[in-house]
């Protein structure tokens, strides 16, 4: 069965860290580009970071750019997004995704190009 489980979510404090992990089972994550998604009630699912299959390109969007930090761990076949300094506006589900194979392996932070989603992991930061 092909699927990605996020986890790591939680609750943090202003200025707080998180490190929010991507599993993929019954795929390996080797052949695809990965994207991190984040989701806020009322609001359109926003692209994060995204990385691209052969791992050499990286792009993290302006809002996070100096905060939030995409990796990966083939061995694992796991993705990470370590969140630095959060802040009140980051709270929202956060969400890994790949796209169709036939997307080939860039990187892409449009929801849109993404077909398979896990089920995603709630970050919530208090003041």
């Known amino acids: 069965q092909v699927q990605l489980v996020e986890s790591g979510g939680g609750l943090v404090q202003s200025g707080g860290s998180l490190r929010l992990s991507c599993a993929a089972s019954g795929f390996s994550l080797g052949n695809y580009g990965m994207g991190w998604f984040r989701q806020a009630p009322g609001k359109e699912r926003e692209g994060v970071a995204c990385i691209s299959m052969s791992r050499r390109s990286k792009e993290v969007a302006d809002r996070v750019k100096d905060r939030f930090t995409i990796s990966t761990d083939n061995s694992k076949n796991t993705v990470y997004l370590q969140l630095n300094d959060l802040k009140s506006e980051d709270p929202a589900v956060y969400y890994c995704?790949?796209?169709?194979?036939?997307?080939?392996?860039?990187?892409?932070?449009?929801?849109?190009?993404?077909?398979?989603w896990g089920q995603g992991t709630q970050v919530t930061v208090s003041s």
């Open positions: 995704a790949t796209p169709p194979r036939l997307f080939g392996g860039a990187c892409s932070l449009t929801a849109a190009s993404f077909n398979n």
